[in-house]
Nanobody
Framework: VQLQASGGGLVQAGESLRLSCAASGSIFSIDAMRWYRQAPGKERELLATLINGGKKYYVDSVKGRLTISRDRAKNTGYLELNNLKPEDTAVYYC?????????????????GGQGTQVTVSS
């Protein structure tokens, strides 16, 4: 199983981006998906979590500007970033708890992927 984040880029303040997190492999279910970011010189910060069943959680600092979602059929999660600010500049990472076919049994593990760079100019 692999996770791949994409969709980052260089945007101006006030613009929007939609990041994608695609899971591939012998996936049975994606039980939870999370988005983090890490700005230069700062610790990695959890931004949003989507639990299987639809419950969503956001960190207070970004609530109202970020939307987490998923497409079950595509095994892909999304993070929509709106009204971007220069302080949102960071590498954005996705992370997921995935149940997959591991031989004769289902196995649940946590997976992380490479990040995608978001740069917001003022």
């Amino acid at each position: 199983v692999q996770l791949q984040a994409s969709g980052g880029g260089l945007v101006q303040a006030g613009e929007s981006l939609r990041l994608s997190c695609a899971a591939s492999g012998s996936i049975f279910s994606i039980d939870a998906m999370r988005w983090y970011r890490q700005a230069p010189g700062k610790e990695r910060e959890l931004l949003a979590t989507l639990i299987n069943g639809g419950k969503k959680y956001y960190v207070d600092s970004v609530k109202g500007r970020l939307t987490i979602s998923r497409d079950r059929a595509k095994n892909t999660g999304y993070l929509e970033l709106n009204n971007l600010k220069p302080e949102d500049t960071a590498v954005y990472y996705c992370n997921a708890d995935i149940t997959y076919y591991g031989g004769r049994a289902l196995v649940t593990e946590n997976f992380g992927g490479q990040g995608t760079q978001v740069t917001v100019s003022s």
